[in-house]
């Protein structure tokens, strides 16, 4: 199964409609069979437009004041055997794995989950640590909290066995570099 993770979306007032967030996000979105939005949705419609391509499950973030039914404080899902926890923030990350999942699902522990993904910080980061794969997508948006341009988002290929995970430049914007960095890496069970 192909996983798009986003977070971060923030889509400014002078875009009207979730239009504003890009071809090029749509055309990432479009190419996935479900979407993972880690938070800071701000605006429901940005739910709407993202399911236009694939379903969509959401953590809310602490800009997301509205009510959906497809985000909620934090999701536990299972997708081809692997256990999945999705949150807005987990910060610091580099804190050891156990007490990232304590924080995010208080009274689990380390080994009830696979994968931990979070955003909040606009910074890509993923990793493989303590049998944990830590994903934040950064933000589509508003990389590394810089002015609107093209940021990341991340591309998960799941199977049973195996999971190929992805940090994606969505790529640039006239005259405003795009700070992320692609990384990859694969976990096998």
Known sequence: MLV?????????????TPDGLGPELANFLASTELIIHAGDVVRP?????CEQFAPVICAKGNND???????????RIEIEGWRFGVVH???????????????AFPGESIDMIDVLIAGDTHVARLEYR???LL?????????HHLEWRLGSAAL?????????????S??????RKNPTSVISLVVKR
């Not at 987990?90 to 999942?101: G, N, Q, T």
């Not at 998960?156 to 994606?168: F, N, R």
């Not at 969505?170 to 005259?175: A, I, P, Q, R």
């Open 170 to 175: 969505l790529g640039e914007t006239s005259g």
């Open 130 to 132: 303590e049998g944990v």
């Open 156 to 168: 998960l290929d799941v199977t049973k066995s195996q999971i190929k995970a992805e940090i994606v």
């Open 89 to 103: 923030e987990l910060r610091p990350e580099d804190r050891p794995m156990d007490v990232l999942v304590e924080q």
């Open 65 to 75: 004041d509205f009510e959906d039914q497809r985000a909620t404080d934090n999701i």
């Open 4 to 16: 798009s993770i986003i977070s971060d979306t923030h889509l400014p007032s002078i875009h009207k």
């Open 45 to 49: 419609s940005i739910l709407d437009w």
């Open 135 to 143: 994903i934040n997508s950064g933000s589509p948006t508003l990389p």
